[in-house]
């Protein structure tokens, strides 16, 4: 299990390293890179989605959505009269830096599976053990919540 652990923590510092150049090409944080790639391949489109899915805190998803705005990489989106849920769509300025970002994801995933066969690829599997994690906070939260609304508070 330790060995699955620090494996996690050296795959985060590949894909720092890889993703710095890209980031610092095009002057954004990390953060605002990994909200434009979300924002390329999902249907999943608001602010709650992002902190959701790559369970970081809501402050910091905000502060970078608002700099990816005032860059033009990035445009809300209202449906209908309910102005609470803005959607966010991509301008398309950030089409070059998405492009970016996707060569770097394809290298980190080339690295890591360097050496495996078609078969032995891992890349469907580490997609599942994300989902199942993500689904586990997403019980937690409501168990939370239950917990809560029970004891009154």
């Given at each position: 299990m330790e060995s699955i652990t620090e494996n996690i923590y050296v795959n985060r510092d590949l894909q720092n390293e890889l993703f710095s150049s890209v980031c610092s090409k095009y002057g954004l944080t990390r953060m605002e890179l990994l909200i434009l790639l979300f924002l390329s391949r999902s249907a999943k489109n608001t602010a709650t989605d992002i902190v959701e899915r790559l369970r970081v805190a809501k402050s910091h998803v905000s502060a970078s959505v608002r700099e990816l705005e005032e860059q033009g990489y990035i445009e809300p989106v209202y449906e209908g009269s309910d102005h609470r849920a803005v959607h966010l769509r991509?301008?398309?300025?950030?089409?070059?830096?998405?492009?970016?970002?996707e060569r770097?994801?394809?290298?980190?995933?080339?690295?890591?599976?360097?050496?495996?066969?078609?078969?032995?690829?891992?890349?469907?599997?580490?997609?599942?053990?994300?989902?199942?994690?993500?689904?586990?906070?997403?019980?937690?939260?409501?168990h939370q919540n239950r917990q809560r609304s029970v004891s009154g508070r």
């Open positions: 991509l301008c398309k300025k950030a089409d070059e830096i998405i492009r970016a970002g770097a994801q394809n290298e980190f995933i080339s690295i890591v599976c360097r050496g495996f066969s078609q078969r032995e690829q891992l890349k469907d599997f580490i997609v599942r053990m994300n989902d199942n994690v993500i689904e586990y906070f997403k019980a937690a939260c409501r």
